[in-house]
C-alpha cells in the first residue's frame, strides 16, 4: 500500500436519476470504510443528502456541493487532498475527473488519481481510442463510426448498412441513443445526440445477440480475477439496464464462459485498469463469435449488482486496490479466512428486474430500446430460475404476483407487442403463453433465448395444472411443492385453486394448508464458495429448494427486524435506506440484533456488514411473516421503510406480530381517509374539504359546493396520471372520461385545490403522543407541485411566526389523538395563517435525512430509540437556532423519458433530489440548482421567457427585470413580451410553434442561442399544453436547462443575479 | 414432463437425500464429491478423474445447454469432450432443465446420462449435502431406487481406477520434432490438444508402461482418479527418468507421482477442490492464479526432498499446488493449466514445459 497518501478526496455522483441511482451511494460508501479502515482523512463531495455516504462518521470532511470541477476544484484548493478516486460516483465523477484532468487542475495541486489512470478512463470513453485499442490486441469490437456532422453521419450509416444504433459519446446510460432504421429516424436521433455531446458514434446493429457482461478486478501486480457473469434475458438492444439480467450467465457453455472471461482478462491488462471495469459482449447465439460492446472502467450500476450477486464487496475491493493493494494480500470478508483473489462460486440464481414508473409521464414512449428509462431495480435470489424470476415479478411492486395469476393484461395484439417490447414485456409473454403461443413462436418474436422461455413456460403450466383444482385439499402435495419451488405465492396459488372470494382470507388458508403439510422455505447463505468453506455470512435469502437452514435460530428473542423499502422509485428513494440504515444502527448500538428485510440491489440498507442478519428477499406479507416465524423477534419497525411496510403493518399486526412505537391501529387511522377525517373534525383540524364520489352528479354537486380548482383521485386509474387537477368542468369531465372510472365499484376523491397557498411540512418524532423533536420546512412553490419534486427549505424564512406556532399546535394535536410514538410527517396548506392538514404519515418521510442533517440531530436514531423503548431526551436546539439555510432540489430525468412533458403537477415526477447549504436562501438555490443540473446562463446566448397566467407573469415581472439589468438577452413569446414591454423591459418577441408572424421559439434552441428557458404552464387546455410542449420537449432534448414553476424560476433567477458564483463560501458540513 | 422415478441418495453416515432420476434408473455407488463450478458438466462428466465417484453439482441449474455431439478428431480425439465417455458414476443436481437451448447441443444431458447409462439426481438440496461433506469429509454413497440393500458401499480408493481409465496401449499423435511420452493415468484430451498445439510428437503410454525404454525429449504425467498410492510402478519409472535430467511436468495426479518420485508423502484431504475458482499463488512471487481443480489428494509440502521446492501454493488452505526441483527442469502443478472445463490462466505451463526440452 502507498502510505504517503493520507488524505483523499471521493467525488459522489449527485442526485439519483436514471441510469444513476443508488448503486453509487453504495460503491462510495464502501469505498469510504474501506480508506477509513487504513486511516486515511476522507472528503466527499455529494450534494445529494439523502444518501448514506453522506452521513456522520462515513467520511471525514463532506461537501454538500455540485460535482463540477468549479467546486470540485474550489474544494480541492481548500483540503489539499494527496489522492483523489474517481471510480466511485458514476459518469458525473468520472466525467468530472477527466475535466479536471485535462484542465491541469489535479495536476497543479499535486493531486494523485488513485486506481485506474485516467488515460485508462479516456481511452475507454472515447469510442475510437477505445477499438483502437481493442484493436491492438485483436479483440473484436462493434464496428462503429465516429463522426462530428449529420452529413458524415449519414454516409456512415450507408456504408455500414441500416439498421444502425446512435450514441452520443460520453453519455451517462445511453443518453440520446437509440436504433435507426432508415435516414429519416437518423436524422432525427443524431441531432439530439449532437446535443449532448460533440461526437456522436454510428454503429452496425447486432439486434437479437445475446448480452453478456463480466466484473473483472486487476490489481498493480497484474493479477485479474473476473467476479461474476451476467446474462441479459432480453437480446442485444434493450439497454442492460432495462433489461432483465442473470447472475450466473445460463446459456453459455463452459468454452463460450471461458473464452468471455479470457477476453475480459486480456481488455483489463491491455487498458490498465487498476480496480474493477465492466466488459459488456454482444454474443452470437449461433456460434462462438462476440463484439465487446463497451468497458466500463469504474464502478457501474452492473458491479453493485455483481457485488450484491455474488457477496463479492467490489466497491470496497476497488478501494483497496486504488491504494496499491495486491488481490492476494485481502481477505474474502464472507468467510474471513479465505483470499479476496478468487472468483465466487454461486449455489443459487439471481434475477435483476428493472422497476418502470412510465405510468407517471404524459406523453412518454413506452417502448424499450437502448437508451434507459427504468428508475430502479430488484434483485431476487432462487434455486430455480422460475423461483427468482416470480419473487423478482412481485418485489418490482407494481401490483403483480408473479409471472401467473395476475389482473389480466388488455393486449390488441400480441405479436406487435412481442415484437416491439415495452415496461410490459415480460406479462405480454405470460400473456402469449397462456394464448397458446408456442415457445418458437415467442422466441421468433422477441428473440429471447428459448431457454428462459422454456423455463417461464414451465411456470404457466403449473398454473395450469393448479387451475384444474378448486379446493386446497385436494391439491395433490407435489404439485403444491412444486408450484412452491417454482415461485408461486400463496396469493398465487389461492387465485388459481380457490379462483375469488376474499383474497386476505384465502393467502391465511393457503398459508396454513401448507404448513400443516410442512411445506415451508428454508434460508440458505450466500457465502461465495457454495458451502465449500465455512461461512460465518449473515447474507441470507430463503428458498423453496431446500432441505434444510443454513442458519441456528436461538430464539432468544433479541432479533428487531427493520422491513426496508424495496426497489427505488418515484417518491421512494434512497432517503429510505438512509432511514433503514440509521435504524439498524441504532439497533445494534443498543444491543439487539438488527435484522435488515430488502431486496434492493442499489441500497446500502442490502449490504450484509450494515445489519447482524439480512434477508435478501420479498417485502410481502407471506415472505415477512415466514421470515418472522424463524426469527421470533422482539419487535418489527415498519416506519423507516416508505410506504411498502407502513401499508403491512396492520396485517401483520393482525397475525400477532409486535409492531414497534406508534401501533397499527394508529396508523390505519392516519391512513384511511375517512377515520383521518373524523380525527381531524373530532379534535378541531382544519382539511381541505373532500368527498369520495361516485357518479358524476355527486361531483358537480359537490363542486357547486367548494368551487373549481378541485383535485381528483380516481380510485381506478385507466391511464395516465393517477391525481389530477381540474380548474373547470370540461377539464374534469376530459380527466374522467379519459383516465379514469367513476362507479360505486371505483369511486373517487375529490378535494377542494386552494391556490396560491404555502406548503408546509412538519416532520417530527414523538414519544407516547409527545413531540421530542420536529423541523418545519416550507415549499418554495405554492401547493399543486407534489411535495416530493418541491424545492424545499429548511429552516422556512418567509413564513409567519403565527403559521409555526399553529402548525405546532396542531401537529401536537394528532401526535397526541393518535398516540404516536416514532416518526411523521404531516403537510399543511397556509394560506395568510389559515393551515389546513393535507397529509399525514406515522412513519419516516422523505425529508428525514434532509432535516436530520440541516439540523444536525438525527431523527431516525431518536425514533428508533423510542421505538426499543429506551429513554431519550428532547435535543438540546431546535430550527430556530440555526444560522444558515438548507434548500433541497429536485433532479428530473426528463431527457431520458422520450416524449414525456416536463411539467410538474400534484403527481411526483423527479427522481432524485440533493439538499445543500448556503449562509443564505440564494447561496442555498444556488448551488442545488447547479446539483440538479441547472447552470447560470452563457451572456452570449438568450433566455426564453413564457411566463403563464396574468398573475405568473405578474410573480416573475422583478427576475425579468434583474435579468434585463444583468445584461441577459430576453426572449419572450406573445403575452409574456407585451408584460415585460408594459413593464419598460425589453425583450424579442418569438412565435410559439402554431404562430407565424415572428421568429420561431423552437429554430432559436435548435440554434443554440438559448441558454434558459422558462416555461409555465397556463392551464390545461389542449392548443396551451402542445405549444408549450413543444418548446419544453425541445428545450429537454437539447439538454437546454427548463424551468417550469414560477415562484422556483424567480427564486434561481434572484440567486444567479445577486450572487457571483466565485464569491460563494466553500464550507464542508461540519464547519456549518 | 415424464414421471420421474423417486430414488434415495445413502451417504455412509446414514444421511438420506430423496430426490428424482433423471438419468439412467440404476441403483449405483461410490465416493460422493462436490463441484462447486458453474458450467462444464460435459467436461467433468467425461473427466477420468472422476472414475468411481458420484459427482455432486452445487450450482443448482444443470443441463441448460444441453450436450455437444460425442465426434472424434481422426487422431482419436474427442471434438468437445474429454475423453471416450462419462467416467463419474452419477451426476446429483438441485434442479435439472428438462429443457436445454444451444446452437452446438445434440441431446439433452438426460439422453446423454441414459445412452451411457449413468445415473443423474434432480431435486436434491445439494447445499445441505455439500456442507456435510465439507464437515465430515468426502464419504461413500449410493444411490438406491425400491430397496436400500440394492447396492453396496464402494470405495473407489481401494481400487485402481487409474489401471481401469488409462489406454491399454501406446498411441502416438502428432510429428513434431520434439518427443514427449505422455504417462496415461486418466488422461483428459484437453492435455493431448494443449500438447499437440505445441508441435510435438506425443507418446501416450499406459500408466504401467516402462517409457524409460523408448527414446523422447520430455515427460508428462498425466491426471488421473483415485489413490496416488496405487501407482508404485509409474512412480519408480519416473524415479528412473530423473536420473537422464530430461524435463518433466506433471499435472494433478502427476503433480502427485513426481512428487512421490522425489521422496515426498501425500494425504487425502478432507474434501478436496473441486471446483474453477481456486486461487494459486507461485511462490516467491505476487503472481497469482484462479485455476480449476478436480483432485481429493495433496501433496505433503513438509515432506519435499531438499532438492525440491513448491512452485504453487493454495491461497485458501496453503495447500501444495505444484512443485519444482531447484535445479533441474522438474515441475508440476496440482490444477489444471489445460481448463476444460475451468479458467484458462494458466496455460501458460505448457509452453514452460515445451521450452524447456
Not at chain 1, 470504510?33 to 455516504?53: D, F, S
Not at chain 2, 502443478?333 to 472445463?341: C, N
Request: with cysteine.
Amino acid at each position: 500500500m502507498d502510505t504517503t497518501i493520507k488524505k483523499v478526496l471521493l467525488l459522489g455522483s449527485g442526485a439519483l436519476k436514471i441510469g444513476e441511482a443508488g448503486e453509487f451511494d453504495y460503491s462510495g460508501s464502501q469505498a469510504l470504510k474501506a480508506l477509513r479502515e487504513e486511516g486515511i482523512e476522507t472528503i466527499l463531495i455529494n450534494p445529494n443528502i439523502a444518501t448514506v455516504q453522506t452521513s456522520e462518521g462515513v467520511a471525514d470532511h463532506i461537501y454538500f456541493l455540485p460535482v463540477t470541477p468549479f467546486f470540485v476544484e474550489k474544494v480541492i484548493a481548500k483540503e489539499r487532498p494527496q489522492g483523489i478516486l474517481l471510480s466511485f460516483g458514476g459518469q458525473t465523477a468520472l466525467n468530472c475527473g477527466v475535466a479536471l484532468y485535462r484542465e491541469g487542475i489535479l495536476e497543479k495541486y499535486g493531486v494523485q488519481v488513485l486506481g485506474t489512470p485516467v488515460q485508462a478512463i479516456m481511452d475507454t470513453e472515447d469510442r475510437e481510442l477505445f477499438v483502437k485499442k481493442l484493436d491492438e490486441i485483436h479483440i473484436k469490437t462493434i464496428k462503429s463510426e465516429a463522426v462530428e456532422n449529420i452529413a458524415d453521419a449519414r454516409a456512415a450509416a450507408l456504408r455500414l448498412g441500416y439498421p444502425v444504433i446512435i450514441r452520443a459519446a460520453y453519455a451517462l446510460g445511453g443518453l440520446g441513443s437509440g436504433f435507426c432504421d432508415n435516414e429519416e429516424e437518423l436524422d432525427k436521433l443524431v441531432e439530439k445526440a449532437f446535443s449532448f455531446s460533440p461526437q456522436v458514434l454510428v454503429e452496425k446493429s447486432l439486434k437479437g445477440w445475446k448480452e453478456i457482461e463480466y466484473e473483472v478486478v486487476r490489481d498493480r501486480y497484474d493479477n485479474c480475477i473476473t467476479v461474476c457473469n451476467m446474462e441479459n434475458f432480453d437480446p442485444l438492444g434493450i439497454h442492460t439496464g432495462e433489461s432483465i439480467v442473470i447472475a450466473p450467465s445460463q446459456t453459455l457453455t463452459n468454452s463460450e464462459y471461458h473464452k468471455l472471461r479470457e477476453l475480459a482478462i486480456r481488455i483489463i491488462r491491455h487498458i490498465g485498469i487498476v480496480g474493477e471495469c465492466n466488459v459488456q459482449y454482444a454474443f452470437d447465439p449461433e456460434s462462438e463469435d462476440y463484439r465487446v460492446i463497451e468497458v466500463n472502467a469504474r464502478l457501474s450500476r452492473s458491479s453493485a449488482l455483481a457485488s450484491k450477486a455474488t457477496g463479492y464487496p467490489l466497491a470496497f475491493v476497488a478501494a483497496k486496490l486504488g491504494l496499491g493493494y495486491g488481490l492476494f494480500e485481502l481477505k474474502n470478508s464472507v468467510t474471513q479466512t479465505t483470499s479476496a483473489f478468487f472468483e465466487p462460486a454461486l449455489d443459487y440464481v439471481v434475477c435483476k428486474i428493472p422497476r418502470w414508473d412510465l405510468g407517471k409521464f404524459h406523453g412518454v414512449s413506452r417502448e424499450l430500446g437502448s437508451s434507459m428509462k427504468s428508475v430502479g431495480e430488484v434483485m431476487a435470489i432462487g434455486r430455480t430460475f422460475e423461483e427468482a424470476m416470480q419473487k423478482g415479478l412481485r418485489m418490482i411492486g407494481q401490483g403483480m404476483h408473479g409471472f401467473v395469476e395476475n389482473k389480466e393484461l388488455v393486449i390488441d395484439d400480441i405479436d406487435k407487442a412481442l415484437r416491439e417490447p415495452t415496461d410490459k414485456r415480460v406479462f405480454v409473454i405470460s400473456k402469449a403463453m397462456r394464448a397458446g403461443y408456442t415457445v418458437d413462436q415467442i422466441h421468433d418474436l422477441t428473440r429471447i433465448d428459448r431457454w428462459f422461455l422454456e423455463k417461464l413456460h414451465n411456470i404457466v403450466r403449473t398454473a395450469d395444472e393448479l387451475e384444474t383444482y378448486n379446493q386446497l385439499e385436494a391439491l395433490p402435495l407435489d404439485l403444491l411443492i412444486r408450484a412452491k419451488r417454482e415461485g408461486f405465492s400463496d396469493f398465487q396459488i389461492a387465485r388459481a385453486v380457490l379462483k375469488g372470494g376474499d383474497m386476505d382470507a384465502n393467502i391465511l388458508r393457503v398459508r396454513m394448508f401448507r404448513k400443516s403439510h410442512d411445506v415451508v422455505p428454508v434460508v440458505k447463505q450466500i457465502d461465495t464458495l457454495a458451502a465449500e468453506y465455512p461461512a460465518q455470512t449473515n447474507y441470507l435469502y430463503l428458498t423453496y429448494c431446500g432441505t434444510e437452514h443454513d442458519i441456528h435460530y436461538l430464539g432468544d428473542r433479541r432479533s428487531v427486524v427493520v422491513l426496508g423499502s424495496g426497489a427505488y422509485r418515484i417518491g421512494s428513494s434512497v432517503e429510505f435506506d438512509w432511514c433503514g440504515v440509521n435504524a439498524l444502527n441504532t439497533i445494534r448500538k443498543e444491543g439487539y440484533r438488527s435484522v435488515m428485510i430488502n431486496y434492493n440491489p442499489e441500497t446500502v440498507s442490502t449490504d450484509y456488514d450494515m445489519c447482524d442478519r439480512l434477508y435478501f428477499d420479498e417485502l410481502t406479507f407471506e415472505r415477512v411473516l415466514d421470515i418472522l416465524d424463524l426469527e421470533n423477534p422482539h419487535g418489527v419497525i415498519v416506519s423507516t421503510g416508505g410506504q411498502i411496510p407502513n401499508n403491512l403493518a396492520l396485517k401483520l399486526a393482525d397475525q400477532g406480530v409486535n409492531i414497534l412505537g406508534t401501533s397499527a391501529a394508529s396508523i390505519d387511522n392516519a391512513e384511511d381517509r375517512n377515520k383521518f377525517s373524523a380525527m381531524c373534525d373530532r379534535v378541531g383540524i382544519d382539511q381541505p374539504a373532500w368527498r369520495e364520489l361516485t357518479s358524476m352528479d355527486d361531483i358537480d354537486e359537490f363542486i357547486a359546493e367548494v368551487g373549481f380548482p378541485v383535485l381528483v383521485r380516481p380510485s381506478y386509474v385507466l391511464s395516465g396520471a393517477a391525481m389530477n387537477v381540474c380548474s373547470n368542468h370540461d377539464e374534469l369531465v376530459r380527466f374522467l372520461e379519459l383516465a379514469a372510472n367513476v362507479s360505486k365499484k371505483h369511486p373517487v376523491v375529490v378535494s377542494q385545490f386552494i391556490e396560491h397557498a404555502k406548503e408546509v411540512e412538519m416532520d417530527a418524532v414523538a414519544e407516547k403522543g409527545e413531540i421530542i423533536a420536529y423541523a418545519i420546512s416550507e415549499h418554495i412553490e405554492f401547493a399543486g407541485v407534489h411535495s416530493g419534486d418541491a424545492t424545499i427549505q429548511f429552516p422556512p424564512q418567509k413564513l409567519y411566526m403565527e403559521t409555526i406556532r399553529r402548525v405546532k399546535r396542531i401537529s401536537k394535536l394528532i401526535a397526541k389523538e393518535l398516540n404516536i410514538s416514532g416518526p411523521f410527517n404531516i403537510q399543511f396548506l397556509a394560506k395568510e395563517n389559515a393551515i389546513k392538514v393535507i397529509e399525514c404519515n406515522l412513519r419516516a418521510s422523505r425529508s428525514f435525512p434532509f432535516i436530520s442533517k440541516v439540523l444536525k440531530i438525527n431523527f431516525i436514531e431518536l425514533a428508533t430509540r423510542i421505538m426499543l423503548g429506551l429513554p431519550v431526551e428532547k435535543p438540546h436546539h431546535t430550527l430556530f437556532d440555526i444560522d444558515y439555510v438548507g434548500i433541497k432540489a429536485s433532479q428530473f430525468s426528463f431527457s431520458r423519458l422520450q416524449k414525456a412533458d416536463p411539467v410538474l403537477g400534484v403527481d411526483m415526477v423527479s427522481t432524485g433530489e440533493v439538499g445543500c447549504l448556503g449562509n443564505d436562501t440564494d447561496c442555498a438555490i444556488l448551488k442545488s440548482m447547479i446539483s440538479v443540473g441547472q447552470r447560470i446562463p452563457d451572456k452570449s446566448k438568450g433566455i426564453l421567457l413564457s411566463t403563464g397566467t396574468a398573475k405568473q407573469k405578474i410573480d416573475m415581472l422583478p427576475a425579468a427585470e434583474q435579468l434585463y439589468r444583468k445584461g441577459y438577452k430576453l426572449y419572450a413569446t406573445g403575452g409574456t413580451h407585451k408584460m415585460l414591454e408594459s413593464n419598460g423591459i425589453p425583450s424579442t418577441r418569438v412565435a410559439w410553434p402554431d404562430e407565424t408572424d415572428a421568429p420561431q421559439a423552437l429554430d432559436l434552441l435548435h440554434r443554440k442561442e438559448i441558454d434558459l428557458v422558462v416555461n409555465i404552464p397556463k392551464n390545461l387546455s389542449a392548443d396551451e399544453l402542445d405549444n408549450g410542449y413543444k418548446i419544453r420537449r425541445a428545450a429537454i432534448d437539447l439538454n437546454i436547462p427548463l424551468i417550469t414553476n414560477s415562484r422556483l424560476a424567480s427564486a434561481f433567477i434572484n440567486a444567479f443575479c445577486q450572487i457571483d458564483l466565485d464569491t460563494l463560501e466553500i464550507k464542508s458540513w461540519e464547519e456549518y | 414432463m415424464q414421471a420421474r422415478k423417486e430414488v434415495v441418495l445413502i451417504l455412509d453416515d446414514g444421511s438420506r437425500f430423496r430426490g428424482y432420476s433423471f438419468g439412467y434408473d440404476k441403483a449405483v455407488a461410490g465416493e460422493v464429491v462436490f463441484n462447486t463450478a458453474m458450467t462444464g458438466y460435459p467436461e467433468s462428466l467425461t473427466d477420468p478423474s472422476y472414475a468411481g465417484q458420484l459427482m455432486v453439482l452445487t450450482y443448482p441449474l444443470v443441463g441448460n445447454y444441453g450436450v455437444p455431439r460425442q465426434t472424434f478428431e481422426p487422431d482419436g480425439i474427442s471434438t468437445f469432450l474429454e475423453s471416450e465417455k462419462i467416467h463419474a458414476e452419477a451426476i446429483i443436481v438441485s434442479d435439472y432443465s428438462e429443457n436445454f437451448s444451444h446452437w452446438n447441443a445434440v441431446e439433452s444431458l438426460a439422453d446423454w446420462l441414459k445412452r451411457e447409462k449413468i445415473a443423474g439426481i434432480t431435486g436434491i438440496d445439494t447445499r445441505a449435502l455439500t456442507k456435510l461433506l465439507r464437515e465430515k469429509g468426502s464419504m461413500k454413497g449410493k444411490i438406491v431406487f425400491d430397496d436400500e440393500n440394492e447396492i453396496d458401499f464402494i470405495d473407489p480408493n481401494l481400487i485402481n481406477q487409474v489401471a481401469r481409465v488409462s489406454c491399454k496401449e501406446v498411441i502416438t499423435y502428432g510429428s513434431g520434432k520434439k518427443r514427449v511420452v505422455l504417462v496415461d493415468c486418466g488422461v483428459k484430451h484437453n492435455i493431448i490438444r494443449c500438447l499437440l498445439k505445441r508441435d510435438v510428437t506425443l507418446i501416450r503410454v499406459p500408466w504401467d508402461y516402462d517409457f524409460n525404454t523408448i527414446d523422447y525429449d520430455g515427460l508428462f504425467i498425466s491426471n488421473g482418479p483415485g489413490d496416488p498410492d496405487m501407482c508404485e510402478t509409474t512412480v519408480s519409472h519416473i524415479r528412473t527418468a530423473m536420473k537422464t535430467g530430461k524435463p518433466i511436468f506433471g499435472i494433478c495426479m502427476g503433480n502427485q507421482l513426481l512428487a512421490k518420485a522425489g521422496g515426498a508423502k501425500i494425504f487425502k484431504l478432507k474434501y478436496g477442490h473441486r471446483s474453477h475458482n481456486q486461487p494459486v499463488r507461485m511462490v516467491g512471487t505476487n503472481k497469482c492464479f484462479i485455476t480449476s481443480q478436480n483432485h481429493g489428494f495433496a501433496v505433503d509440502n513438509n515432506t519435499l526432498g531438499d532438492d525440491w521446492e513448491p512452485l504453487f501454493l493454495n491461497m485458501n488452505d496453503g495447500t501444495n499446488e505444484g512443485i519444482r526441483h531447484k535445479t533441474l527442469p522438474f515441475f508440476s502443478a496440482q490444477f489444471h493449466p489445460e481448463a476444460a472445463s475451468g479458467p484458462t490462466d494458466t496455460e501458460f505451463l505448457f509452453d514452460t514445459f515445451i521450452d524447456k526440452i
